[in-house]
Structure formats: C-alpha cells, structure tokens
C-alpha cells in the first residue's frame, strides 16, 4: 500500500492507498483485485480483502465498502452493511473504531479523510460524475455532522488518472462550461478536433479546496500511466479487454 504521510502523522489514525500488488487474482486482475463486482474468481477477490483488512488491523468483515453508483450519495456506518441494507453511495463517513471504510477506483479519485482530533474520518469514490454533483462536500457535511471541524481535517487525493491520460468529449466539455465557465480552466484542447483533455486530479483539489478543508494533499500518482502498480479502467477500454480489477483505497481509527 501507499502511505500518505499527512495521514500517517495523525495519531489514531491508520489507512492505505493500495495498489493491484500482493494478491492472488490471476490474469487482467493481476493481483491484489478487490473488485466483488468483477468477473474474477470471487474466492480470489474475498481472499484478497481478507489480505486489505489484515494490513489495517481490523477483520475482513469490518472492511467496509459502499456499493458505488457515480453519485453523491454518502453513508454514514457504524459496522458493517445489513444484508438487506441499501448500500449505494460513493463515499463512507464514521467516528466507529474497528471498522475500516473504503472505495474502489481504476481511474476515480479516491478521496480519505480524517479528523484525528474529532475522531472522524471518511472515504469517497470521485469521479468526474460524482466530484461534479457533489460527492466532496456532502462527505465533509456528513463528517461535519460527526463533530469534525474543517480546520482540523485533512484530504488526501490517492492514485487517479491524469491530465495527459484522459481526454473527452466536446460535450463533457460544455457540461462544465454551462454549470460554471471558470472550470473551463480544467481542460486542455487534445490532438483530436472538439476533443479536450480533463484534468480530474486538479478538479477534486479545487473542490475540496473550495470546501475550506484545512490540509489537502495529492499523491500524484496516475493510474493509466502506472501499469504494473495501478488497475485503469480507461486503459482496459483502450486495450479492448473484457473486464478489470479495482484497488482499494481505505482509512480506519485506531
């Protein structure tokens, strides 16, 4: 895993950014694949979060993840989803301790935060969708509502495709240009006519930015650019393959 190091100097506080590294998946999910929503052997994938769980401390049952839909849905836990329990959103807030929280990405901003002083922390899955509906600042709401403080909390942006990997449409484009012209900044014209290049990472730092957290850092490691160390679901599209694996991003209180 990778280790921020804005987080590792809080106390209390224990997380991962972790790459496709160190499982036991085989082929396109080469091998640390924690994706439950994949077509990779599910034994594998089960056995691979028992492995994520150990890292941080807590059982592989208190690992908890949301069912990620592209929204701004976020949930607050305190163990482990019901069986029957609606677990669609794309971000996770808790002031629990033995639990894990986590979101999947192969390209999306995987966001975690803490507030070691409050003993709150969250995890979001940004996605230009979700970081453009609002997914940073209903996470921080939902941590505010736990008793975190802006001042106290700090944002960590974990591996996400870059700048240079991800071009768009025209359309996507006037999206942005519609909602607000000064995200305009956020895009670079491509090589292809009406076709732009969008700079997520820059867009989830100026969002939480705008949030008025108080420390937001960036790892600044590209998932598409990365191939041995990171899952892209953009260069598994480019690359024409039937699936691919999803890393982990998770933070726990200890």
Not at 104 to 126: E, K, N, R, S, Y
Not at 160 to 180: L, M, N, P, Q, W
Not at 239 to 252: H, K, L
């Amino acid at each position: 895993m990778i280790k921020a190091q804005a987080l590792e100097a809080l106390s209390g506080i224990d997380h991962g950014f972790f790459t496709r590294r160190n499982g036991v998946s085989k082929g396109i999910y080469e091998s640390l694949n924690v994706g439950l929503g994949s077509n990779d052997d599910q034994d594998s994938v089960l056995e691979n979060r028992r492995r994520v769980a150990a890292s941080l401390n807590v059982d592989a049952d208190n690992l908890v993840t949301p069912y990620q839909i592209h929204s701004a849905r976020v949930l607050t836990v305190s163990g482990p989803f019901d069986p029957e329990q609606n677990r669609e959103a794309d971000a996770l807030v808790t002031n629990t301790r033995g639990i894990a929280i986590g979101v999947l990405t192969a390209d999306c901003g995987p966001v975690l935060f803490a507030d070691a002083q409050h003993g709150v922390i969250g995890a979001a899955h940004a996605g230009w969708k979700g970081a453009f509906s609002g997914i940073l600042d209903n996470t921080l709401e939902a941590m505010f509502e736990l008793g975190a403080r802006p001042e106290s909390t700090v944002a960590v942006l974990g591996p996400t495709i870059s700048s240079g990997a991800y071009e768009v449409g025209s359309e996507f484009h006037e999206r942005f240009k519609e909602e607000d012209p000064r995200l305009c900044r956020f895009f670079k014209p491509s090589d292809r006519p009406q076709h732009f290049m969008f700079d997520l990472p820059s867009f989830i730092m100026f969002q939480l930015d705008r949030a008025g957290v108080n420390q937001v850092f960036n790892l600044g490691r590209c998932t598409y650019g990365e191939e041995d160390t990171f899952f892209s679901y953009r260069r598994t599209t480019h690359r024409r393959e039937p699936d691919y694996g999803r890393q982990i991003s998770a933070i726990t209180l200890i």
